[in-house]
């Protein structure tokens, strides 16, 4: 039987394959997060009809002879190439800008994909709305809001209904400009608020008036009528050349408090950050702590990957933060299902970090990343391997004709 014939099935199988896998790209086009396969073919082994010979004194070397016995798939390779970003609008919608997988687990084992269409479930686990796989990541400190990258992954969760207890004010850091242009005795006003251990709030009226060329004086009052005995102190203000420089801070106690609370010990309030320069008065609180009960209203999700939950009392605190995983190989990850992988002898290890960090891309939200498959390019090799599957067809149409004729010679 011709060698030719076994050539021309293999090139059929070989295009046949390749088919399959542009079909599989152009069927994927709008797949979230998925990464396009190519297909390269390489020779099958060749079989030897006459062997080399070296050259001899007075004749020369012969090459060998060899007839290929046909084509073979060389390699299916996955192209992890940056897909486009496209704005959802969705807050949970994340996609990475860069490198790296999120994480997400089923059971004890661990699967990595691209897409980051995620949604909430019924119990506040952060989940891939395809498949339900639970995002991982690390929860941060319910008390400080601390998150520690180094603790073992765990399943990314929003605390709804989460309440924050009231933590008294200790400290007020003032900024802001006192008009050096403003005649004696001219006044400027403004309100602070303060917080005792209940959460109850605490109205601090401070008023600046104009003593002198580069003099002020500060009054710290409260209108509160609980507050026992009622805070009425004044400090003088010098500046030069526009800064402070009187001795700050100062302190205050806040005594009488209803409710039960304790007083508020050493309210530092700090005034180092005040100038005065000819402009318009802005002095005001620029930093201040404390804050009354809260709940848990809304949440983001940074370019760190960072949760950060907006409560009712005003106040921001981290939740948690989405880690992405980074391998040496991500060409010899495995494809699992529903735009997944999983790790493989050849990809290397998982390496777990924080966005943005170790080479590892950073997060958008309300985005997704769309398939980079590149229809173009799917069309074209399409009917390269039409044409490839045509002429391997031709071969063995040819070979039938061949042993036609032979078969014709005996009759």
Known sequence: MMRSLYSGVAGLNAHQTRMDVIGHNIANVNTIGYKKDRTTFQEMLAQMIRGP???????????????????????IDTSHA?????????????????????????????????????????????VNS??????????ADTA?????????????????????????????NLGGNLDA????????????????????RHELKLEFEKTGDNAWSLNITTTDPAIDPAIDENYDLTFDEG???????????????????????????????????????????????G????????????????????YTNGVNRNLGQVALAQFNNPEGLTKTRDT???????????????????????????????????????FSNMIITQRGYQANSRIITTVDQMLQELVNMGR
């Open 243 to 289: 800064r402070l420089t009187s001795d700050t801070p100062v302190e205050l106690t806040l005594g009488g408090l209803p409710g039960g609370a304790n007083d508020i010990v050493d309210l530092e309030i700090n005034l180092g950050e005040i100038t005065q320069f000819a402009g318009a008065f802005s002095a005001e609180a620029t930093d201040l702590d």
């Open 82 to 126: 940056q897909g486009s970003l496209e704005s959802t609008g969705q807050s949970t919608d994340l996609a990475i800008d860069g490198n790296g997988f999120f994480i997400v687990r089923e059971g004890d084992e661990h699967h990595y994909t691209r897409a980051g269409n995620l949604s909430m479930d019924s119990s506040g686990y952060l």
């Open 53 to 75: 010979s070296a050259p001899t004194g007075d004749r020369g070397g012969i090459n060998s002879m060899q007839v290929g016995l046909g084509v073979q798939v060389g390699s």
């Open 181 to 200: 242009g403003e005649d004696n005795g001219s006044g400027y006003s403004t309100t602070v608020s303060v917080y005792d251990e209940l959460g109850s």
């Open 291 to 310: 804050n009354g009960m809260g709940s848990l209203q809304s949440f983001t999700i940074n370019d760190a990957g960072i949760l950060v939950g907006t």
């Open 130 to 139: 395809g498949n339900g796989l639970r995002l991982q990541g690390w929860r």
């Open 340 to 378: 997944m992988f999983s790790q493989s002898a050849n990809s290397g290890i998982a390496r777990i970090g924080t966005p943005g960090s170790g080479g590892r891309g950073d997060l958008r939200t309300a985005a997704l990343e769309m398939s980079n498959v590149d229809l173009a390019e799917e």
């Open 144 to 172: 400080t809001g601390a998150i520690d990258s180094d603790l073992d992954l765990e399943d990314i969760r929003i605390p709804v209904g989460d309440t924050m207890g009231a933590q008294a004010s200790s400290y007020i």
